[in-house]
């Protein structure tokens, strides 16, 4: 007899993960803003409604492996840059049996996600401008631009944009892109080059007809995700077909 309290094997929650993935992308007038790819929900609950990438976690696969592998199921999709964001599990939060959700968040470059799947059930939507999502992913997606302009200020989670060297002209549209507003080029320069994060290459930006600015790269002994004394967590990547679907 189990004890008080206590449920029974096979009551307890269903687990499922779900990413949520910025890209930078222009505008109607052309100006970089934070774009994030959606999947139609093609069965029930909540049939047709926009949604997350996710699936169900498996009982022999690791949480940030099972991430990667759905977002390139759904969206095709292999970001360098994924960490773990929170994890949702309210009751309530799907009809039926209760869902605990483990959200990751993945930053990816512009070049990366104009390779990503798109199509009928998989399209792209401005993060700030979304639909109403299925479950409780309007909120989770609010949680993601929270954390992600939070942690712009004072790590270098920018690079995650950026390819191996930029200009601090383009770290700055980063800046401004994430944080939507204009930053002074001059306090901002002063900033990131008393910050320690950024090195000058010794090169400049060919093509330029003017003075050609200055490449920079990030310092590569820090790390863009610091988990502490847990370390990185490993991506397993695997080859997978591209297929639609979400979970809460």
Do not use: C
């Not at 949520?20 to 609950?45: H, K, M, N, Q």
């Not at 994060?197 to 050609?212: F, I, K, Q």
Request: charged share 25%; no cysteine; proline share 7%.
């Amino acid at each position: 007899m189990a004890a008080t309290g206590e449920r029974m094997p096979g009551a307890g929650a269903a687990l499922a993960v779900s990413t949520v993935i910025f890209a930078l992308r222009p505008d109607e007038d052309g100006r970089a803003t934070l774009w994030t790819p959606l999947v139609r929900r093609i069965r029930e609950p909540q049939q047709d409604l926009w949604a997350l990438p996710g699936g169900w976690l498996p009982l022999d696969e690791e949480l940030v492996s099972a991430a990667a592998r759905t977002l390139g199921e759904t969206t095709g999709l292999a970001p360098t840059y994924l960490e773990q964001l929170y994890t949702f599990g309210e009751l309530g939060r799907s009809p039926g049996r209760r869902v605990v959700s483990v959200v990751y968040w993945a930053l990816v470059q512009s070049a990366e996600a104009e390779r990503a799947a798109v199509g009928e059930n998989v399209r792209w939507f401005a993060a700030d401008a979304l639909p109403a999502l299925a479950f409780d992913h309007n909120r989770i997606v609010d949680y993601a631009l929270w954390r992600l302009r939070t942690k712009v200020e004072y790590s270098r989670i920018a690079h995650a944009f950026l390819g191996e060297t930029f200009t601090l002209a383009e770290l700055r549209e980063v800046h401004e892109a994430v944080l939507q507003r204009s930053l002074d080029p001059a306090n901002f320069r002063r900033t990131i080059e008393s910050s320690g994060n950024v090195v000058a290459t010794g090169e400049v930006l060919s093509g330029s007809p003017h003075r050609p600015p200055r490449l920079y790269r990030y310092d590569s002994s820090i790390d863009l995700a610091d988990r502490g004394p847990l370390g990185p967590e490993s991506v397993a990547a695997a080859s997978v077909p591209t297929r639609t679907g979400a979970r809460p």
